[in-house]
């Protein structure tokens, strides 16, 4: 059973989910991490609402309710 459960709007999901679980099962390794897609407009919603931790997507929202950092996630894609 894990540590702590993170649910993840991500709309990259087939380039980067399969590194970013890589990543979080070596460096956290009782933490889940589950995935799931919703149009992009209702992000905001979504994450006010609790039903996402966090999403990965360009900063298109201006929701003054919405804080966002820009990261990078180096993925090798060879």
């Known amino acids: 059973m894990p ?3 993170f649910l993840l709007g991500i709309l990259l ?3 980067l ?3 970013l679980i890589k990543h979080i099962s070596k460096t956290a390794p009782g933490v889940d991490v ?3 897609l919703k149009p992009r ?3 905001p919603k979504e994450l006010a609402a609790g039903n ?3 999403a990965i997507d360009p900063p298109i929202h201006t929701d003054p309710s919405l804080s966002h950092k820009k990261k990078f996630l180096r993925i090798n894609m060879s």
Do not use: A, G
Request: charged residues 35%; without cysteine; proline residues 6%.
């Open 3 to 5: 540590l702590s459960e």
């Open 13 to 15: 999901k087939n380039r």
């Open 17 to 19: 989910f399969p590194e």
């Open 34 to 36: 589950q995935s799931y």
């Open 41 to 43: 407009l209702e992000t």
């Open 52 to 54: 996402i931790d966090f």
